[in-house]
C-alpha cells in the first residue's frame, strides 16, 4: 500500500511569512495526526482528526496555527504567520482507527524560519 | 501526564554486535502500549516493536526485543547483530487512550 505523503519536502520561509503543508494519509486511514518535531527532540503532537472532525488540538498554537481536513482525507497545516520557533519538522501520520497499533508516519516537512 | 524518558542522547556499537537502548516512562494507567520507532536520515518513522502491557511476555522482531518491566516502568530496546543499516534516530513511545507521547530519543551509530 501507498505510505504517508506529505509535502514539500522543505521549507524555508522569512519569519511573518505564511507557509502550508500538504498531507495525504494511507487510504482508509480516519485517523490523522500532525506532530511537530523540533531539532533534538521527540514528535510532539499538534493536532488529531478523526475523520474531519478534530479530537484533540490541546497542544496546536491557535494564534498562528491551524490545520484543517476536508472530506475526511488529505489536510493542510498553515502557520501565519511563522516565527524562528516555528523551525523544525513537521510529521504527519495516520492510523485506521486511534488505535494501540501504532501509526504510520510520512517523511515530513523540514521548515526553517530565518 | 505520562511522561517518557529516554536518558543517552548518543550511543554508538560496532557491527555485529549488542546495543540496549534505555527508556523509562511514568504513568497512573493500567492498560497501555509501548512502542520504539527508528527515524532514519529520511525523516520517516518506522515502527521497529510494540509492547501491550498487560503481556507479560516480551515482544520480539527477528533482531529486535524488548525488556518490559511493568513494575520499574522501564521499556529497553536491545538490537542484537548490529547493522550499519541500524544507524538512525530511535524513539520509545508510550500509547493510552488516544495519547501518543515520545521520548526525546537516543541516536545510535553503528560503526563498521
Known amino acids: 500500500e501507498a505510505g504517508v505523503a506529505q509535502s514539500p519536502r522543505y521549507k524555508i520561509i522569512e519569519k511573518r511569512q505564511s507557509v502550508a503543508f500538504w498531507c495525504n494519509p494511507i487510504?482508509?486511514?480516519?485517523?490523522l495526526y500532525w506532530y511537530q518535531q523540533i531539532l533534538g527532540q521527540g514528535p510532539k503532537l499538534l493536532i488529531q482528526?478523526?475523520?474531519?472532525?478534530?479530537?484533540?488540538d490541546s497542544q496546536l498554537p491557535k494564534d498562528r496555527f491551524s490545520a484543517e481536513r476536508l472530506k475526511g482525507v488529505d489536510s493542510t497545516l498553515k502557520i501565519q504567520p511563522a516565527k524562528l520557533e516555528d523551525s523544525a519538522v513537521y510529521l504527519c501520520?495516520?492510523?485506521?482507527?486511534?488505535?494501540?497499533?501504532?501509526?504510520?508516519f510520512g517523511s515530513g516537512t523540514r521548515l526553517t524560519v530565518v | 501526564a505520562q511522561t517518557v524518558t529516554q536518558s543517552q542522547p548518543e550511543m554508538s556499537v560496532q557491527e555485529a554486535e549488542t546495543v540496549t537502548l534505555s527508556c523509562t516512562y511514568d504513568?497512573?494507567?493500567?492498560?497501555?502500549?509501548l512502542f520504539w520507532y527508528k527515524q532514519p536520515p529520511s525523516r520517516q518513522m518506522i515502527l521497529v516493536i510494540r509492547?501491550?502491557?498487560?503481556?507479560?511476555q516480551n515482544a520480539t522482531e527477528n533482531r529486535f526485543s524488548v525488556n518490559f518491566q511493568k513494575a520499574a516502568k522501564s521499556f529497553s530496546l536491545k538490537i542484537s547483530d548490529s547493522q550499519l543499516g541500524d544507524t538512525a534516530m530511535y524513539f520509545c513511545?508510550?500509547?493510552?487512550?488516544?495519547?501518543?507521547?515520545f521520548g526525546a530519543g537516543t541516536r545510535l551509530t553503528v560503526k563498521p
Open positions: 501520520a495516520s492510523s485506521l482507527t486511534a488505535n494501540e497499533r501504532g501509526y504510520t
Open positions: 487510504s482508509g486511514h480516519a485517523t
Open positions: 482528526f478523526q475523520n474531519n472532525g478534530v479530537v484533540d
Open positions: 504513568t497512573s494507567e493500567n492498560n497501555y502500549y
Open positions: 509492547q501491550e502491557a498487560y503481556k507479560q
Open positions: 513511545a508510550f500509547y493510552n487512550n488516544n495519547d501518543m507521547r
